[in-house]
């Protein structure tokens, strides 16, 4: 008897696994098809000045509008991008698409904006990255102070020296550099000494219970602080409500980002916003 069950446990694990497999290889393919059939588009949402609500750039969000799964979000996709190497070829179409925008709105006579895009710790590692970063400024016009990348600090760290290098190279051409979800990586607070760092994003999860718990907004409190005193500047990610915009404007925090003012918009929503002028900093 308790053969037959283990024999029936292992036919249902077993037809689990496959389901899973065969999901996987389908969005996989689905993946590869993707940028050619032009299933991708960049959606964009504001960081936007604490003092004044005018909008200071945007960081690019990739999204995947899969034909008969619809929209379909990157925390779902991105990782098998990075496992297949496809986020290579899609990292380059990210980049170029996120530049060609931005210089699409300076001709709209929005040109100081700064367009952030994410760089995987894969795309990050290329050695032609640099290169192909170069050719796509050079090919679109753009000033390179308008560029700015969001590396995470498990992805910066995974080769020191690499990384300071590469983050050098990019400095030193004016791009701006982010450490993405501040405080949640696995990493020794020594290497923001070494790195060529613009600003620190203090990651979302510190700001969702900001109202309710003390610890999380000694954390914040922290950060802001730390941030400053290295010359940083500091930006909060998944600000929703005026508490949390309030509490953040009183610790000196220098930008905001998150649903309070609007959540990643397509670009055509975007530079609606931009028409509108700052944003209203109370509801
Ligand atoms: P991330 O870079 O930390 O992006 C912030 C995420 O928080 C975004 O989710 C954004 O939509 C969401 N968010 C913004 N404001 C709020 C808010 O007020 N409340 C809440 N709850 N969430 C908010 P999204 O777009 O689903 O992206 C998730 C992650 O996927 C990103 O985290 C990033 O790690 C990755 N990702 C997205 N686009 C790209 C891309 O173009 N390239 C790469 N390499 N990774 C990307
Ligand atoms: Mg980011
Ligand atoms: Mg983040
Ligand atoms: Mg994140």
């Known amino acids: 008897h308790a053969k037959a069950i283990g024999k029936n446990n292992y036919q249902f694990y077993s037809k689990v696994l496959n389901a899973e497999a065969t999901e996987r290889l389908d969005m996989e393919n689905g993946l590869r098809r993707a940028l050619a059939r ?37 925390a779902q996709f991105i990782p098998l991008c990075e496992e297949t190497g496809l986020i290579i070829p899609i990292g380059d179409w990210i980049i170029r698409t996120a530049c060609l925008q931005t210089l699409d709105w300076n001709r709209q006579g929005y040109a100081d904006l700064r367009i952030a895009v994410n760089l995987s710790p894969l795309q990050f590692r290329q050695p032609d990255l640099v290169i192909k970063v170069v050719e796509t400024l050079e090919n679109t016009g753009i000033d390179p102070a308008q560029l700015e990348f969001e590396v995470t600090e498990s992805g910066a760290m995974e080769d020191m020296e690499k990384t300071i290098r590469t983050l050098n190279t990019f ?32 990651d979302q999860s510190f700001i969702r219970n900001l109202s309710t718990s003390d610890k999380d907004a000694a954390i914040v409190c922290s950060i802001i602080t730390l941030a400053h005193s290295l010359e940083f ?9 005026q508490e949390h915009l309030e509490f953040l404007g009183r610790q000196g925090c220098d930008e905001i980002q998150g649903y309070f003012f ?22």
Not at 177 to 196: E, N, V
Not at 236 to 241: F, L, M, N, P
Not at 262 to 278: A, E, K, M, N, W
């Open 38 to 74: 032009g299933e991708f588009e960049l959606y964009y949402q504001p960081k936007v000045a604490t003092r004044t609500g005018r909008i200071l750039g945007a960081e690019a969000l990739l999204r995947w509008n899969h034909p008969e799964r619809g929209r379909v979000s990157p």
């Open 171 to 202: 400095k030193e051409m004016g791009i701006h550099i982010s450490i993405d979800d501040f405080g949640t990586g696995h990493s020794s607070l020594s290497y923001l000494k070494r790195f060529p760092v613009h600003t620190l994003k203090i």
């Open 262 to 283: 609007s959540p990643p918009v397509p670009s055509h929503d975007f530079t609606r916003l931009l028409q509108q002028g700052p944003m209203p900093l109370t509801t």
């Open 233 to 241: 500047s500091v930006i909060a990610e998944g600000v929703e409500t």
